[in-house]
């Protein structure tokens, strides 16, 4: 499916086939979604073009979302991994032709000139303008570009929350735990509205509107999130979570059904709550991933002294996108993060010309390698989140 094709211009009669389309899913994907996610959301019944722009909790927030919408086909701005899935790509096309974006970078031109030619026909876009799901139920912010968009949209912005998505479906979990989720919509910003503000207010006011702190509204109601069959709670934890806080090494944790352990003997368990057990030293995700972020900016974290690897992972799977979203395998193997680049398989990749870097769900990450799009997968529980973070790190150091 050529990138061309995936963003092509919609007519009003394309619209209208989509809303038809949407309105016989909606029916039949409501009660599944309601019961298996516990999932309560708000009607919003407001005439398009609208622009709705959501905090992102989970891998299934595009449907969670458009439940609230049973009259607007949503048109959502994806990453362009949903458009190299083969038929699932072409039916996704086939519902609601979702506008393909780089992952990791903000909306580019291209991508705007897609939404607003989409408003132009009567459309609905919907943005999860932080750009990723959450790895510690905090809110990130979103892309500061987002503001502009919206003034010059002349749609009704639609700010929505997702609540308790972090506990039911966490970023790096596999299974669906249900406990209680909710959907709504915040405000309500007319075309008119949008005009007397600038920019910068209008992103500031989308930032107050979806902020979601999963571990505060945790503290105060207290929701066990759990499930009848393959309750492992505490599964693949360990792709958000990769420094030890007793050994302080990097990639010896190990998540078993409840339990995150570490090769040296630290243990603890990841409650029904979301809670680790015993709360020392650190009580929530949240807690240890800010830690664990601020000694990995200092470089504060025990490797062998004697080889020039800093950590690695085994089995990992490079791929190059060779042209219309297709992806072809290159190398597998170790990868290997050294100080200034990152080895597989003999493929050598210089941090500094490494321009754009993101993860899809916990298994993959992505990056441009001199103007090239490469792709890095594993299998295996495997925290790619430290690769991210050293060359974000690796950048700001040498701005």
């Not at 132009?120 to 999860?128: E, W, Y």
């Not at 989308?206 to 066990?224: G, K, L, M, P, T």
Request: glycine share 6%.
């Amino acid at each position: 499916m050529s990138e061309a094709y995936i963003n092509r211009p919609l007519t009003k009669a394309d619209v209208a086939h989509h809303n038809r389309v949407w309105r016989r899913f909606f029916w039949s994907l409501r009660p599944f979604f309601e019961k298996e996610f516990a999932y309560t959301h708000e009607d919003v019944v407001l005439k398009a073009p609208l622009l709705v722009i959501s905090n992102h909790v989970t891998r299934w927030d595009p449907l969670m979302v458009a439940l609230s919408f049973p009259r607007n086909q949503l048109y959502f701005v994806a990453s362009e991994h949903l458009f190299r899935l083969g038929f699932l790509s072409n039916l996704l096309h086939y519902i609601g032709a979702p506008i393909a974006k780089k992952k990791g970078s903000s909306v580019a031109a291209d991508t705007v000139m897609t939404c607003m030619r989409r408003f132009r026909v009567g459309g609905s876009v919907a943005i999860f303008a932080e750009g990723e799901t959450t790895w510690d139920g905090k809110s990130i912010g979103i892309f500061p570009a987002t503001g502009k968009l919206a003034k010059i949209s002349g749609a009704t912005l639609v700010t929505y929350r997702l609540e308790g998505g972090y506990f039911t479906l966490p970023r790096w979990g596999k299974y669906v735990r249900r406990g209680k989720m909710h959907g709504h919509p915040v405000n309500v910003y007319p075309p008119e509205a949008l005009k007397k503000m600038t920019p910068q207010q209008i992103t500031d006011a989308i930032n107050r509107d979806i902020y979601e702190d999963a571990f505060a509204r945790q503290r105060e109601e207290q929701v066990s999130y759990t499930r009848r069959i393959f309750y492992r709670p505490a599964n693949f934890i360990e792709s958000a979570l990769f420094l030890c806080p007793k050994c302080n090494r990097i990639g010896h944790m190990h998540s078993k059904i409840d339990t995150l352990s570490c090769d040296c003997g630290f243990k603890v368990v990841y409650t029904p709550q979301g809670f680790f057990n015993p709360g020392e030293p650190f009580e929530t995700v949240e807690e240890w991933d800010r830690w664990q972020m601020e000694q990995f900016r200092k470089g504060a974290y025990e490797h062998d002294p004697v080889s020039d690897e800093l950590f690695g992972d085994d089995d990992l799977t490079l791929s190059m996108e060779i042209g219309n979203y297709i992806q072809f395998p290159q190398g597998r193997g170790h990868l290997t993060q050294l100080e200034h680049s990152l080895t597989i398989d003999g493929w050598f990749f210089l941090e500094k010309n490494i321009r754009n870097m993101a993860i899809v769900k916990y298994d993959t990450l992505l990056f441009t390698y001199d103007d090239q799009y490469y792709e890095l997968k594993t299998k295996n529980p495997t925290c790619l989140r430290k690769y991210l973070a050293y060359w974000e790190n690796y950048n700001e150091d040498h701005a």
